[in-house]
């Protein structure tokens, strides 16, 4: 028998409605996380056998049901922008380093540019970046290492790299150097540390800023003083990318870690509009002062909350994104170490292709936590890279092209090229020339098994064969 609620006695209705209140949070909760792992195991763990001519991707995704766990829990407390999961990231990451200070933002892109940024800072005094200085960086580079340094209009000096490292080749960099330098701004190929040593000591010698670009090699080493270090710790600021593709993923992200108090001030007014205050979202008067400052020509005690020291953005992250990189933090100590075996076994077991291809090799004193595979066509290996890469791609093998090859032959050089301005080439390009026309990498990411591995080594066996 049906009875109409409006009959029920009124201490039933009290109780029901405390039952729905209780069942409307803490318990509900509970359901909905067991539901959302339920979800992923029938919907999400699809761990399918793989059959050669399946697709391998250079890089993706890798994780479980935590990671939507924590995007449904954030989600479910709607606070949307930057919050406790922020926080819990930047302090996980911190620790990970072994580094005071992390800032986390939307992109590797941002976190390039903040990092850039907070060395124009006029708080440096003498060591700031002004426009007309010059930046040491490579050409054979992904773009938004260099694009901060243009579009703030400091001069980016160009160096070669290596081959088979494909790093900076460190003995130009006193070549290099003029009057006007100021920093050196380059990156971890594909996960493979640059000789630090070497570049630290040339800045150390000058007083010039390292930023290292590390958004390729989270996890990576180096024998730094005669100490193994983690890559992102020995120059003075540095930046991660945690776009789907990298170690680990919060969707979209980045990150700008440093040692350094003042430029981890000055990064997070660049990425919070340039204000001066340091206040977190939904704080109040963290310096205590924060009406009895003078600020340029404001009026005296204007509320510090709103001073704007610097020009900056709006590049924070949310919580959504970093609850997912809470629980991809745990699973990295893993991800590197496949990362590495993956890298290795691919290494040994083509050997054979020697004679047509030009192996990588990592740099002498480092550990690298690698991004990818990448591999040079020899000039008389009697095939293309765009042939080997057409034949890999028709296996269903992703390949990439390292990024820009020769970023200054991009059109977004064109004006500066043909004005003969704006940028410095220190020497010749030869190897990122040859970079650009002739290398190519393959995946060593943590979602690679052996049957894949083998399929590669299979396929490049089998085209390398016909020459």
């Known amino acids: 028998m049906n009875i109409c609620r409006c009959c029920l006695p009124e201490s039933v209705k009290i109780f029901e409605t405390e039952r729905n209140v209780l069942m409307n949070g803490t318990d509900i909760k509970k359901q909905i996380e067991e539901l959302v792992r339920q979800y992923y195991m029938t919907e999400h763990l699809k761990d399918k056998e793989f059959t050669p001519g399946d ?6 995704r890798v994780y479980d049901a935590d990671e939507m766990v924590n995007l449904v829990d954030a989600a479910l407390e709607f606070w949307l922008t930057s919050g406790h999961y922020v926080e819990e990231f930047e302090a996980g990451l911190s620790e990970y380093l072994g580094v005071k200070h992390c800032s986390l933002v939307n992109s590797g892109s941002s976190a390039n540019l903040c990092a850039f940024m907070a ?3 006029p708080k440096l005094g003498e060591r700031r970046v002004k426009k007309g200085d010059e930046v040491i960086t490579v050409a054979a580079a992904f773009p938004t290492t ?3 340094i243009v579009q703030y209009g400091a001069v980016p000096v160009f160096l070669d790299v290596t081959i088979p490292e494909y790093n900076i080749d460190v003995s130009k960099l006193e070549e290099a150097r003029s009057d006007k330098t100021k920093a050196v701004f380059i990156a971890h190929t594909l996960g493979n540390p640059f000789d630090l040593q070497s570049v630290k000591d040339f800045c150390d010698k000058y007083s010039l800023w390292l930023i290292e670009d590390n958004c390729d090699a989270l996890g990576s080493e180096y024998l ?18 945690f776009y789907p593709p990298h170690h680990i993923t919060l969707g979209e992200g980045g990150a700008v870690c440093t040692n350094n108090t003042q430029l981890y001030r000055l990064v997070n007014s660049f990425r919070d509009w340039g204000r001066d ?5 939904g704080v109040d008067n ?14 005296m005690g204007y509320d510090h909350k709103y001073v704007y020291s610097h020009f900056g953005y709006n590049l924070k992250s949310t919580d959504m994104q970093a609850s997912v990189g809470c629980a ?9 170490e496949a990362r590495k075996h993956n890298w290795q076994y691919l290494r040994e077991n083509l050997a054979f292709a020697d004679k047509h291809l030009i192996l990588p090799e990592k740099e002498q004193k480092a550990d690298p936590s690698w991004f990818g595979f990448l591999m040079t066509v020899r000039e008389d290996a009697g095939f293309t890279r765009d042939e080997l890469a057409q034949f890999l791609e028709e296996r269903n093998i992703q390949t990439r092209n390292l990024f820009s090859g020769n970023y200054i032959k991009h059109p977004c050089f064109d004006e500066m090229r043909s004005a003969g301005e704006g940028y410095r080439v220190a020497g010749t390009l030869t190897n990122t020339d040859i970079i650009m026309s002739n290398s190519l990498w393959i995946g060593v990411y943590p979602g690679m098994n052996r049957e894949k591995l083998d399929y590669m080594i299979t396929s490049i066996r089998e085209f390398t064969e016909r020459y």
């Open 55 to 60: 697709r391998i991707q250079y890089s993706g």
């Open 119 to 121: 060395l124009t800072s």
């Open 146 to 148: 260099v694009a901060p």
């Open 224 to 241: 730094y003083n005669g100490k193994w270090c983690k890559t992102g710790t020995i120059g003075d600021i540095s930046t991660y990318s």
């Open 277 to 281: 205050c340091w206040c977190a979202s």
């Open 286 to 299: 963290t310096c205590k002062h924060r009406y009895d400052q003078q600020f340029g020509e404001l009026p």
């Open 328 to 336: 991809q933090l745990k699973k990295l100590p893993g991800f590197v």
